[in-house]
T-cell receptor, first 113, second 110 residues
Framework: EAGVAQSPRYKIIEKRQSVAFWCNPI?????LYWYQQILGQGPKLLIQ????????DSQLPKDRFSAERLKGVDSTLKIQPAKLEDSAVYLC???????????FGPGTRLTVL | QQQVKQSPQSLIVQKGGISIINCAYE??????FPWYQQFPGKGPALLIA?????SEKKEGRFTISFNKSAKQFSLHIMDSQPGDSATYFC?????????FGTGTSLTVIP
């Protein structure tokens, strides 16, 4: 069974530029999560989708971050404009509907200069 | 505000020894407490998880001890091996809300 796929794996941008990350969850997983993991810290949940609807986005900085999950499968996370403090690994995870076990992708390491 | 407090930040254990990592929480609405293992350059992987209706769960060399009254839970790794060297995260969830601890870097010395 294929795992959670994410791309790109690495991205370096200048501050004030925009960037987008892509996630393809495990087939059949209705729930999708985006996390931000700053170096030396635990992952912080940014947004949770069930199918293509948002369940929770209370910790998503909505002035610069946006996410969508069209057709309830793939998802994109966008940052516009990026700030230095956005440098982090952005992790995508997925799970079956109404289950707690999350499966994480390898993450996208973002460096904002 | 840190929802889940994890200690120690780093841990060095001899091969064959016991590794113990502790976590504490405040929100009594949490009903799911997993532990994740993360290797460099990889995403976290679920190791073992527990719900508050049991006090202990064991899977192979990994055991979670859960103290509901103290609002604490811990991970015990028995017979620690060099391959266990990784960062371990505890987490707590209410379903929609999911919070990770700050992580413990474990090094097992051969």
């Amino acid at each position: 069974e294929a795992g959670v796929a994410q791309s790109p794996r690495y991205k370096i941008i200048e501050k004030r530029q925009s960037v987008a990350f892509w996630c393809n969850p495990i087939s059949g997983h209705a729930t999708l999560y985006w996390y931000q993991q700053i170096l030396g810290q635990g992952p912080k949940l940014l947004i949770q989708f069930q199918n293509n609807g948002v369940v929770d986005d209370s910790q998503l900085p909505k002035d610069r971050f946006s996410a969508e999950r069209l057709k309830g499968v793939d998802s994109t996370l966008k940052i516009q404009p990026a700030k230095l403090e956005d440098s982090a690994v952005y992790l995508c995870a997925s799970s079956l509907l109404y289950t707690d076990t999350q499966y994480f992708g390898p993450g996208t390491r973002l460096t904002v200069l | 505000q840190q929802q889940v407090k994890q200690s120690p930040q780093s841990l060095i254990v001899q091969k064959g020894g016991i590794s113990i990592i502790n976590c504490a929480y405040e929100n009594t609405a949490f009903d799911y407490f997993p532990w994740y293992q993360q290797f460099p350059g990889k995403g976290p992987a679920l190791l073992i998880a527990i719900r508050p209706d049991v006090s202990e769960k064991k899977e192979g060399r990994f055991t979670i001890s859960f103290n509901k009254s103290a609002k604490q839970f811990s991970l015990h790794i028995m017979d620690s091996q060099p391959g266990d060297s990784a960062t371990y995260f505890c987490a707590a969830s209410t379903g929609n809300q999911f919070y990770f601890g700050t992580g413990t870097s474990l090094t097992v010395i051969p």
